[in-house]
């Protein structure tokens, strides 16, 4: 199972505590991962990357393994260790004002 | 029981304030979807335990939330606002053309005879239109297609489509606001439009009397007289008696007539209420003092109302959704400045009192009167 962390803001959308631990099937990647936050949660749909165009929203980031990943392509393969659930992947509402 | 229910949206949440028809003590719950700004949320006319509520953030995006029980529990419901077909361009600041953008919704506008029907006011400026309870939202885009869109630029705060009017005596005939491109009109339910600015001048546009690009900032019309409208524009407070067809001032002896929200009088069509702010770069009320202006004469005529609010060091702003009236015998009037306050009369303006003094800047006030 892969585990992925949201920042309070999405938990509360989604009424969940805690991490996300979700089944994706193929090739875990940054696109994979998120269809599987969107399917389990579609309110969530919108609020991590655009609705058509998927690219993520400017304000929120992606890391994992102590790396940051938001400027990688959608389909490249995250770290083995999120792959293998050793590791979460972690959506961060980027630090700014507000 | 009769009472009032003033729906509050705010920079970092909703509020829901209650009382009953004396409207001297409050119930204050929220703050619901709290850390969201809250840009605007209304009730159906149709049915008024439905509320719909734009909730959005800089890191999040645009929701939309529903309740169907008065604002106790809600859900999000659909949020994709996609423009119809090729978006298209429309001026940017640097005289570019820039790509149509979604940025958020500035207003809903219920339906009035339908709970599962509303309107969708956007950045970058559309409407948007739902037939199933904010489930999906489809664009009318005869608006943005009218032959001025790729002239339409953005105003300081964003290209918006921020006020939405629908006429109770004609269900084909809507009223929108455009910042900066001006008012328009659909007598076809949204099919075709055409802009309504005849009789208003701009010193901010090169053209100042021209067919499109006025910074209209709220329009208000009494449902018993569909065909006269109140506008606040950027500065003047403006009439029209043909249903926009034309225009004309009517800020008379108003200290200023820079503004944002207009509203009318529940039972009488032409007392009008505005509140007149020093100036497009300073947006706080001349001389410190916090004053709502009447007109008991449609305009031009206005009388200052002060009792109960601030008369000195009073540096607020109130926003053009942050204004409205209920409908009880003795008519209340409310307001939300950017301060946090909401301020109440539940006797036409003759006198106010705080609800509430220390929420979030208010971005929007609704007003329900509940029967």
């Known amino acids: ?98 | 029981m009769t009472g009032v229910r003033v729906l509050v949206g705010t920079r970092k949440g909703a509020f829901v304030l209650s009382s009953n028809a004396k409207r001297e003590r409050w119930d204050i719950s929220g703050p619901h979807f709290a850390g969201w700004q809250i840009y605007h949320l209304k009730g159906s006319p149709a049915d008024p335990n439905r509320l719909y509520a734009s909730q959005s953030s800089g890191w999040f995006g645009q929701l939309i939330q529903r309740s169907n029980d008065g604002g106790k529990t809600w859900e999000a419901v659909g949020n994709k606002f996609a423009y119809d077909g090729i978006a298209g361009t429309h001026q940017w600041y640097d005289g570019t053309q820039h790509p149509w953008e979604f940025a958020r919704v500035w207003h809903l506008e219920p339906s009035l005879t339908d709970p599962d029907t509303v309107y969708a006011g956007v950045e970058d400026a559309a409407l948007f239109r739902s037939t199933d309870g904010g489930s999906t939202w489809k664009e009318l885009s005869g608006l943005r297609g009218h032959n001025s869109g790729p002239r339409w630029q953005p105003g300081a705060g964003g290209m918006c489509l921020h006020t939405i009017v629908l006429d109770p005596s004609n269900p084909e005939r809507i009223f929108v606001a455009i910042s900066a491109a001006g008012a328009f009109r659909t007598d076809d339910a949204g099919k075709t439009w055409r802009p309504i600015n005849r009789g208003l001048r701009s010193q901010g546009i090169p053209d100042p009397n021209a067919e499109v690009g006025h910074c209209v900032h709220r329009i208000a019309m009494h449902p018993s007289r569909p065909g006269v409208l109140f506008m606040q524009k950027h500065w003047d407070v403006m009439r029209s008696d043909d249903a926009g067809d034309s225009w004309r001032e009517v800020s008379g002896n108003l200290p200023t007539d820079f503004g944002f929200p207009v509203a009318v009088h529940a039972h009488e069509p032409e007392t009008v209420y505005v509140v007149p702010i020093k100036s497009d770069s300073e947006h706080y009320p001349p001389d410190g003092k916090l004053r709502v202006y009447r007109s008991r004469t449609g305009g031009t005529e206005w009388e200052a109302l002060t009792k109960g609010l601030p008369q000195s060091d009073c540096y607020v702003n109130v926003l053009r959704d942050a204004m409205d009236i209920d409908s009880l015998d003795s008519c209340g009037v409310y307001f939300g400045t950017t301060g946090g306050q909401v301020y109440a009369s539940a006797d036409s303006g003759d006198s106010w009192a705080p609800i509430v003094r220390d929420l979030p800047a208010v971005l929007s006030v609704e007003v329900q009167t509940l029967t």
């Open chain 1, 1 to 98: 199972m892969i585990r992925v962390v949201l920042p309070t803001h999405l938990r509360t959308l989604a009424r969940v505590d805690g991490e996300l631990q979700l089944r994706v099937d193929g090739p875990v990647t940054q696109r994979s991962v998120l269809d599987a936050v969107e399917a389990n949660f579609p309110v969530l749909s919108g609020t991590i990357r655009d609705h058509v165009t998927h690219r993520r929203r400017s304000f929120v980031r992606f890391y994992a393994c102590e790396q940051d990943l938001s400027h990688e392509v959608p389909d490249a393969p995250l770290p083995d260790a999120v792959a293998t659930g050793d590791e979460p992947f972690l959506v961060v509402g980027a630090m700014a004002g507000g």
